[in-house]
């Protein structure tokens, strides 16, 4: 099942992974709502007997700006989206994985949650926030057999957030090198992350392949958090 509010991008979804086979169905909905999250949860209930396996919290926003220049409405929906949504997603399916005899949730943080960010310290509390939730969860939880693990992505390409901090970027080639100046493997190959390999990550976590990780904090950012180079 895939939620999210955007029926042309959940269309576009549903045509790439049509191709893999399969059932795959798409519900509509707001992850800073409760309601929302319940009735996508009850639906799945209906459509897979009430089994959940895996679920990743994926939904997230930013609010650019220094503390002082941030307004509050911004900061509420910074912090709904990518906080409050990993809650109500986890506090929905954790019940229904408890039955299940386990799970695994996969949320996405950031590696803004690890390594602070002047430009974006909204966002970086969030996240962080978000990676404590994990860790915290995953030791609540063990005894469930259910694993809680963190992504923490870099500037991923072709993300509506990355696309948008370029575009608004004053010189968005400056800015596109920079991100890669700042990340030794991205320098080295010339590119940033792309989805398809942070996919394979949240894929690896939710498979029994990675059935002894729980509570970590992954950081797949072509080594940009692992420290200052010079």
């Not at 990676?131 to 993300?159: E, F, K, Q, W, Y």
């Amino acid at each position: 099942m895939v939620g999210g509010r955007g029926p042309e991008r959940a269309e576009a979804v549903r045509h790439r992974l049509a191709s893999h086979g399969g059932r795959l169905k798409l519900v509509s909905l707001d992850v800073t709502n409760a309601d929302d999250i319940d009735k996508a949860f009850d639906e799945l209930d209906r459509w897979r007997g009430g089994r959940v396996d895996a679920v990743v919290a994926n939904a997230g926003v930013n609010a650019p700006g220094l503390v002082a220049d941030v307004e509050i409405e911004d900061f509420d929906r910074c912090i709904d989206t990518n906080l409050r949504g990993v809650f109500l997603a986890a506090r929905a399916a954790v019940p229904r994985m408890k039955r299940a005899g386990g799970g695994s949730l996969v949320f996405m943080a950031s590696n803004g949650g690890l390594i602070a960010r002047a430009s974006d310290p909204v966002y970086c509390a969030s996240k962080a926030a978000v990676i404590m939730l994990a860790r915290a969860m995953a030791l609540g939880h063990a005894g469930d057999d259910i694993r809680v693990n963190a992504i923490c992505p870099g500037p991923v390409s072709g993300t509506e957030m990355v696309e948008r901090s370029l575009r608004n970027s004053t010189d968005p080639s400056r800015a596109f090198a920079e991100q890669l100046a700042a990340a030794p493997l991205a320098a080295v190959r010339g590119r940033m992350i792309t989805p398809e390999e942070v996919g394979e990550l949240v894929l690896y976590l939710c498979s029994e392949l990675g059935s002894m990780i729980t509570g970590a904090a992954i950081p797949i950012d072509a080594g940009k958090s692992a420290g200052i180079r010079r």
